[in-house]
């Protein structure tokens, strides 16, 4: 069954938190000096269960749900994380079961998550130079451990991986080509993301936003590109192909050309909170219905109801002079509920 926001966008996507916790201090999600040493994470108790992850995604598939994606923080720290893949995996309606990760961890876990039933992967990776990867990422995991995490996953049989990579002018923009020829030696699709106003504590600027034109500008240049029609309507990604057929890339323009009008997407803290926006200010806490004991039938109206009065469209205000400034409403962090 289908459900429409106010704006007529159907449901279709869910991104699923597992853990708010990261061996990474990425600058533009989680920077050092707010998730410092003292920063109070969840308890485990406050986590959401497999079991009960599992109820509201299939709750989820009743409402129109068709593509899954596990994120975090960094999903592979939440222990036992093939398990509930498994039990995603066999759920009907989940026709696209995939997972986001910064690779850390990879090497040892892509052969099991592909047995457990895992569709894609898609690896955050900012640069493929060493000292501006570790000045992104802020953290001690070199970036050699994860292109091992790359290879490993090429061998467990994923044959779809995309590169996530975060574009913030003056940091990492100058590599913008090498990353693309990675991408394209190795049979990767690369997405870049203009650098976002998530939450509150990254400190983003208009001025450090590269705009999606740009980098295909840049990339088009030396590499020809020609554009490819969306897969599907709401598709994030903006598709463009290499003339000579070695593969494609990916533009995410949220801030120079926002999709809010086609957006489908839900997002699920760790604790259960359902976000609507990847910009929202609060959720609506579906864990306290569940292990209050409710059914599936009302945990499906719960859903539906809060869908049904959608009508976020942030990207699309987001010319408004407090944006533009970053400051105005607190806005949840991503590390919280994922990108």
């Known amino acids: 069954m289908a459900m429409v926001d106010t704006r007529g966008r159907a449901l279709r996507d869910l991104r699923v938190s597992v853990t708010d916790r990261c061996n990474f201090r990425c600058t533009y999600c ?17 986590l959401l269960t497999f079991e009960e992850i599992t109820r509201v995604v299939g709750a989820f598939t009743r409402c129109g749900v068709r593509k899954v994606r596990l994120t975090g923080g960094e999903p592979l720290l939440r222990r036992g994380l093939e398990r509930l893949v498994a039990s995603l995996a066999v759920l009907d309606g989940v026709e ?27 690896v955050s990776l900012d640069s493929v130079d060493d000292p501006v990867f570790a000045a992104m990422s802020d953290t001690t995991v ?19 991986i995309k590169l996530n990579a975060v574009v913030r002018r003056g940091v990492n923009d100058d590599g913008i080509l090498d ?23 990254n400190g983003w600027r208009m001025d450090e936003v590269v705009p999606a ?19 599907y309507l709401g598709e994030v990604a903006q598709r463009w192909r290499y003339r000579d057929g070695t593969g494609e890339i990916g533009v995410v323009a949220s801030v120079t050309q926002a999709f809010c009008s086609t957006c489908t997407r839900a ?31 009302g945990l499906v109206a ?29 806005k949840v962090e991503m590390s919280y509920i994922g990108g």
């Open 267 to 297: 997002r699920l803290s760790a604790v259960g909170e359902l976000y609507t926006c990847l910009f929202a200010s609060t959720g609506t806490d579906l864990r306290a219905l569940l292990r209050g004991g409710i059914d599936d039938d």
């Open 96 to 122: 696209d079961l995939a997972l986001t990760t910064n690779g850390s961890l990879l090497a040892g876990k892509a052969a099991t998550l592909r047995a457990a039933g895992l569709h894609r992967l898609t």
């Open 179 to 201: 990353l693309a020829r990675f991408g394209r030696e190795h049979g990767y699709t690369v997405r870049f993301i203009e650098y976002m106003d998530v939450g509150t504590t």
């Open 142 to 160: 070199g970036l050699a451990r994860v292109l091992d995490g790359l290879t490993a996953a090429t061998r467990a049989g994923f044959d779809d």
């Open 302 to 330: 719960a859903i539906g109801g809060r869908w049904a009065v959608r009508d976020d469209r942030y990207s699309a205000l987001r010319a408004s002079a407090t944006s533009q400034s970053g400051e105005g409403p607190r």
């Open 213 to 231: 034109a740009e980098i295909i500008r840049r990339i088009n240049a030396e590499l020809p590109l020609e554009p490819v029609e969306a897969a």
């Open 30 to 46: 989680m920077p050092r000096e707010v998730f410092g040493s003292d920063f109070v994470f969840l308890e485990r108790q406050e």
